[in-house]
Every structure is written in C-alpha cells, then in structure tokens.
C-alpha cells in the first residue's frame, strides 16, 4: 500500500504551539498522525504508528534531547528526526551527531517549517 503522504507527529510541550504546528502542516496538505506531549508518548507513538517524520520541540536539556533522538532511531532508524530548539549554542550539532536529519532555530516561519519537512520526508 503507498502512502499518499509522509505521515508526521509533532511533539512538543506547549499545547498551544502543537496545534498551531498541527494545522499549518495539515493547512499545506501534510498528514499529522498525531500530537505527543512528552518523551514517553512520543516513544509509544513511533513504535505503534511508525511516522515518516517526527517534529521533535520538547523543552529538555540537551543531554535528554540527544537520548530521546537516539531512543527513537533505536525503535525506528528510518525516521526522519526535524529538532526545534531555542537558539542554544552547539545544540545543531549535537542533535545531527544524535541522528537528526534537521534542525530549526526558534523563531522559525511556518513556510520555513514546512519546507524543511518536505526536505527530509521520504517521497511518494
């Protein structure tokens, strides 16, 4: 069965902003499996649904970051991992050694949001 989009979970702490996110991706004809609100749900979430692309903006430190980036490729290493962090410095970095395939540096654009989603996202 082919998929006619990539499937895509947000997760993030701040329900407002995961809803906000939710309907600009939906808005550009994105599919959002669904919204996450902390590490374990997220972690649930891949291994029961198998997203195409996980939206990862969780307020955690960067070393919790590095780990939930390494659990999740641990469940599933194809997914691609878009990191959404404040403008911390080196954390670019350490999120693509953990495997990440994109990072977006708050404030960020929706246009921006989407487009870098479109990079990373199998094609179907």
């Known amino acids: 069965m082919v998929k006619p989009h990539p499937s895509i979970v947000v997760a993030?702490?701040?329900?407002?902003?995961?809803?906000?996110?939710r309907i600009a991706l939906e808005d550009e004809g994105l599919h959002v499996l669904k919204e996450c609100s902390n590490p374990e749900e997220l972690l649930d979430t891949v291994r029961t649904m198998h997203p195409?692309?996980?939206?990862?903006?969780?307020?955690?430190?960067?070393?919790?970051?590095v780990r939930l980036i390494e659990h999740i490729l641990d469940i599933d290493p194809e997914v691609a991992i878009v990191a959404v962090?404040?403008?911390v410095t080196g954390a670019n970095e350490k999120v693509f050694a953990a495997g990440a395939r994109a990072y977006l540096q708050k404030p960020f654009s929706m246009y921006d949001l989407v487009d870098l989603i479109r990079k990373v996202a199998p094609v179907f």
């Open 12 to 21: 993030g702490d701040v329900p407002f902003l995961r809803s906000l996110v």
């Open 52 to 65: 195409d692309v996980v939206l990862l903006d969780l307020n955690t430190n960067e070393f919790e970051t």
């Open 85 to 87: 962090s404040e403008g």
